[in-house]
């Protein structure tokens, strides 16, 4: 059952008035924090449904809202998009491309840009992002700027082009195609998280040539570029480029950037999860979601990455074996559409250039559940604005799922928001929320119920609804672990009786609990709150390398927590050590506490 709206004329004011009789009118008589009201319009007569907080009126703080531009927008509204990995360090059977291997064995006979666009097809992707130069420096498309690329492999005797073959797909089958070029290059010397800076400064000039020269060709040989990848920012001059060719092209990373990386390849955003924070971070090239600011006044809407294969880009015969579950891909589905963001799911053809049957089996199975689920509601409400909103269903049903989408196009406007369901005669809480945006999907044990209301009790300016929608989803079982928070892990313990005038110096391995890229949480306990401690100081080391452009750590608010950022695959061997330094009055008190460890939390606390 769908709700019409339609706007009706109240005096001087615009009434929308539903089929279920619930229309909306701003007014300002009552005075100030009555921002709007509801009216309930029965047989021509209006009667006022509520007045007082305790007849559920909203909290309203009206501000000036960060909003997506018209290319943010199509960009978001393509809700799920289909990386294509593929590179010489598939048939090396490793994540990063280390030369090892001749270039005539690089031949993949049977890559087909047609299978790519059905397996994207298959699970509702409207976009392949497609990885055109990874980190070795390898060149998928006809290019001379470089030895190192399709030219000068058997594959169609070094004249085939993988870019023109999978543009020519994607409009064939009405895909929009985004591209991944990355700025670094090892052949140049200008290495994973570099963003394009050469080791030898003396090669700098000319690889700054050579990489400008690149995207040029990729962006201006192939049609519309939908989205341009700069994996861990760029720091080549590029603006002029993206001027030129990508001015309709959303940006993901660098200086121009327009879309964010959550921080963490998971598939998986954090809740709450803002599209906008303040424009001089999103400037920097490199910020993730812990810069979200709901009034910020920069839009940048975020990209949940994540592989099919947990957890590797590129296949191999092994990695195959390590092929996620349609159960897993849904909770992944839940947590990045579902929390307002776009998913990019990973597909990695094989070395003869097909993406694997199995994999192509789970894609489909992918999009027929996302279908299945949510095609039809048993009611929904469209295309309307205010605070409060009910829907009666035909009859009692059993309901387990509320999708919401507020018009965003006009900012986050809803700031917090209470779902309930009338069982029998009693409003039972359903779910809350706080972040809407482009879709929030809210789902929740089986429960029997006549009506469904939603409540916007905290708002930024009058909310608008694109739809507010009701669903029985069959065979599902709400699982709440899923949305619980990550335990905290004990990594180590500090203790004054070290320090010296108060100062002490503590080196942390945190190598064995950091074995994936991701976003991690270390906080600083303290057994003396008197007196407390202080960490003055704190860096991350990778494999022995100070932080590069994407591997970072950073302070949260004033406390003792801090957020990791990895995003570099963790090798065999591979080391994460913290070092930090700390004060704390230890000439009253002896302080001592925990250092503790865990994967960013989905939830906030």
């Not at 929308?16 to 009118?25: A, K, Q, Y």
């Not at 006009?410 to 309930?420: D, F, L, N, Q």
């Not at 369901?421 to 999907?441: E, F, Q, Y």
Request: glycine letters at 8%; charged letters at 25%.
């Amino acid at each position: 059952m769908e709700t019409k709206v339609q706007k009706r004329k109240l005096g001087n004011s615009d009434l929308e008035v539903s089929e279920l009789g619930i229309g909306f009118v701003p007014f300002s008589q009552l005075g100030k924090g009555f921002q709007t009201m509801n009216i309930f319009l029965h047989k021509s007569i209006l009667v006022l449904s509520f007045l007082l907080p305790a007849l559920n009126i909203a909290h309203c703080q009206k501000k000036t809202l960060a909003r997506p531009s018209e290319v943010q927008y199509r960009w978001h509204e393509q809700e799920r998009i289909m990386f294509v990995c593929l590179d010489p360090c598939t048939w090396q059977e490793r994540e990063y491309d280390n030369h090892s291997i001749s270039l005539t064995r690089i031949n993949p006979s049977k890559l087909n840009t047609d299978q790519w666009c059905e397996a994207a097809i298959a699970w509702g992707a409207k976009e392949i992002l497609y990885v055109a130069k990874h980190t070795g420096g390898f060149c998928w498309w006809n290019t001379m700027t470089s030895d190192y690329g399709i030219r000068n492999t058997p594959w169609k005797d070094g004249k085939g082009d993988v870019v023109k073959e999978l543009s020519e797909s994607c409009r064939k089958y009405g895909l929009n195609l985004g591209i991944y070029v990355y700025p670094g290059d090892d052949t140049w010397g200008a290495g994973i998280g570099s963003g394009g800076k050469t080791a030898d400064p003396t090669k700098q000039m000319a690889y700054n040539q050579v990489f400008r020269q690149q995207l040029t060709e990729v962006l201006s040989n192939y049609g519309h570029i939908t989205e341009v990848w700069f994996d861990g920012s760029c720091v080549i001059e590029i603006s002029d480029i993206l001027d030129k060719y990508a001015s309709e092209s959303a940006i993901f990373q660098g200086n121009k950037a327009t879309l964010r990386w959550p921080g963490t390849e998971s598939g998986k955003l954090f809740y709450p999860a803002w599209n906008s924070l303040k424009s001089e971070i999103l400037k920097t090239g490199i910020s993730t979601q812990y810069d979200d600011d709901p009034d910020g006044d920069a839009w940048a809407p975020l990209e949940a990455d994540v592989t099919l294969y947990n957890h590797n880009w590129f296949w191999s015969a092994a990695n195959e074996k390590k092929r996620r579950s349609l159960d897993e891909l849904m909770d992944i589905y839940y947590k990045s559409v579902g929390y307002g963001g776009v998913l990019l799911l990973n597909s990695t053809p094989d070395t003869t250039g097909l993406i694997p049957a199995e994999d192509i089996i789970l894609y489909k199975e992918l999009g027929k559940n996302i279908d299945r689920r949510f095609r039809n509601p048993l009611a929904s409400l469209k295309d309307t604005s205010g605070i409060y909103f009910e829907i009666p269903l035909n009859k009692i049903s059993g309901i387990n799922h509320i999708v919401l989408k507020e018009d965003y196009r006009y900012g986050h406007r809803i700031r917090e928001y209470v779902i309930e369901g009338l069982s029998g005669s009693v409003w039972k809480v359903l779910a809350k929320g706080s972040s809407v945006g482009r879709m929030k999907i809210d789902p929740f044990p089986s429960m029997a119920v006549s009506k469904v209301r939603l409540k916007i009790t905290e708002y930024a300016d009058l909310p608008l609804i694109r739809s507010f929608a009701v669903y029985n989803v069959e065979n599902y079982i709400f699982n709440p672990d899923s949305f619980k928070s990550i335990e905290w892990q004990l990594c180590e313990t500090w203790d004054t009786k070290s320090f010296i005038n108060g100062k002490g110096n503590l080196t942390v391995d945190l190598s064995k609990f950091i074995m994936k890229p991701g976003q991690y949480e270390v906080t600083f306990t303290s057994s003396v709150v008197i007196t407390g401690m202080h960490v003055e100081k704190a860096g991350i080391y990778f494999d022995n390398d100070m932080l590069t452009q994407q591997d970072f750590i950073q302070r949260k608010g004033e406390t003792n927590t801090f957020f990791i950022n990895r995003t570099a695959q963790v090798a065999q061997g591979s080391t994460t050590i913290l070092k930090v330094e700390m004060t704390s009055d230890n000439s009253v008190f002896q302080n001592k506490g925990e250092i503790l460890i865990r994967e960013r939390s989905q939830v906030k606390e």
